[in-house]
Nanobody, 122 residues
Framework: QVQLQESGGGLVQPGGSLRLSCAAS????????MGWYRQAPGKQRELVAL???????NYADSVKGRFTISRDDAQNTVYLQMNNLRPEDTAAYLC????????????????WGQGTQVTVSS
């Protein structure tokens, strides 16, 4: 069984910073891509940032220049450093892992975390 667990969310004032962490656990051989999505009430889930094993990254236009995604393949962990936070960044942030290969199966699979709440308010 593969599981994703997020941490690091919380309440922060505008202009503040947070760092989110997501650790994948289980019988994992490799993960091709890990990223963060967010979903606010009444809004669609959107991609915030993504990073692949090759090191390429992809950011939503709204967070470009403010957020930085990184990963530690040895620990199967992805991080999202969020700086200069704005009220519109308020959402549940969900970790996503794609192209996950486990010793328990031969195919690649995708997994979602339960989410961690980020609230930006003065």
């Amino acid at each position: 069984q593969v599981q994703l667990q997020e941490s690091g969310g919380g309440l922060v004032q505008p202009g503040g910073s947070l760092r989110l962490s997501c650790a994948a656990s289980g019988r994992i051989f490799s993960i091709n891509a890990m990223g963060w999505y967010r979903q606010a009430p009444g809004k669609q889930r959107e991609l915030v940032a993504l990073i692949t094993t090759g090191g390429s990254t992809n950011y939503a236009d709204s967070v470009k220049g403010r957020f930085t995604i990184s990963r530690d393949d040895a620990q199967n962990t992805v991080y999202l450093q969020m700086n200069n936070l704005r009220p519109e960044d308020t959402a549940a942030y969900l970790c996503h892992a794609d192209g996950v290969k486990s010793y328990s199966f031969t195919s690649y699979r995708a997994y979602w975390g339960q989410g961690t709440q980020v609230t930006v308010s003065s």
